[in-house]
């Protein structure tokens, strides 16, 4: 199987702190990815250099085929993102804040408009398509958010966190969505959660992550067979241990940050 993501011996410094040290994995094209891991582990830092927001520091690293540090836009063209923030503009419709990544994006208008519907369909809010999206659920706009994504045909989808805050029966109906995404077009899934359940349900390969180091990988069955663990929630407790962690100290927003980045880039 061909790999869509290839990552070797990433490393990432700020100042004397190294957020990822030499970090190394592959993903295969087509495939679900989860990249787990606890707070400060090197999650973020990890897929912001992978999404162009950072630059490493050493090491290498190919998404579809391109270097995000030299390749920055036909990587961006690769890929579409749901962050762990609402990135959504309240004050416009479903159909608009569609619309306009379209545009940012290039997206032909007649190719547009019909993949702008085929997506509403796709994630069941045709009937909302004029509606503001002020107005619509924590659900809602997360489905909104994976079609946002999806509206220039990207061979990847990055996903932080993107159930977050919902009910469990949103949640599954979303997962519902990616996993028909990804049977139907194709599309491989990269996603971070902290429901363990979710990833071993879903994912078909698992790396967790840990002071800036890759510490396992494989399917959720493979890792609680290495730990002799009977859930994906201790085998997790059982790489990383018990402590409870907090976030890294300077955060970069990832909202904020993607968007000045965005639209300076796709003007």
């Known amino acids: 199987m061909t790999s869509i993501i290839e990552v070797k011996d990433l490393t990432k410094k700020f100042g004397s702190f190294e957020a990822v040290k030499g970090v190394s994995f592959e993903v295969e094209e087509g495939g679900i990815f989860a990249f787990l891991g606890p707070n400060g582990a090197g999650k973020s830092t990890t897929i912001k250099m992978l999404t162009t927001l950072l630059h490493p520091s050493a090491g290498s690293l190919r998404v579809n085929g391109f270097d995000p540090r030299t390749d920055a836009d036909a990587v961006r063209r690769s890929f579409g993102i749901v962050f ?20 940012l994006y290039g997206v032909p208008k007649e190719t547009r408009t019909k993949r702008i519907d085929e997506l509403l369909a796709l994630v069941e809010l045709s009937d909302r398509r004029d509606s503001f999206v002020r107005d619509f659920s924590g659900g809602m706009k997360r489905r909104l958010e994976i079609a946002r994504g999806l509206l220039h045909h990207p061979k990847i989808i990055f996903l932080d966190e993107p159930t977050l805050g919902l009910d469990p029966q949103t949640r599954n109906h979303l997962w519902s969505y990616v996993e028909k995404l990804n049977a139907e077009e194709g599309i491989t899934i990269f996603f971070t959660t902290h429901y363990m359940e979710e990833a071993d349900k879903v994912a078909k390969k698992i790396a967790v992550i840990d002071h800036g180091t890759i510490i396992a990988t494989g399917s959720g069955a493979e890792l609680k067979a290495q730990t002799n663990t009977d859930s994906l929630e201790n085998a997790f407790l059982a790489l990383t241990g018990s402590e409870i962690r907090e976030e890294a100290s300077g955060g970069l927003d990832h909202m904020r940050e993607a968007r000045r980045m965005w639209s300076g880039n796709r003007k």
Not at 88 to 98: H, K, M, V, Y
């Open 84 to 103: 762990q923030d609402p990135s959504l503009d309240d004050d416009l419709t479903a159909f608009e804040n569609l619309e306009f990544h379209g545009i």
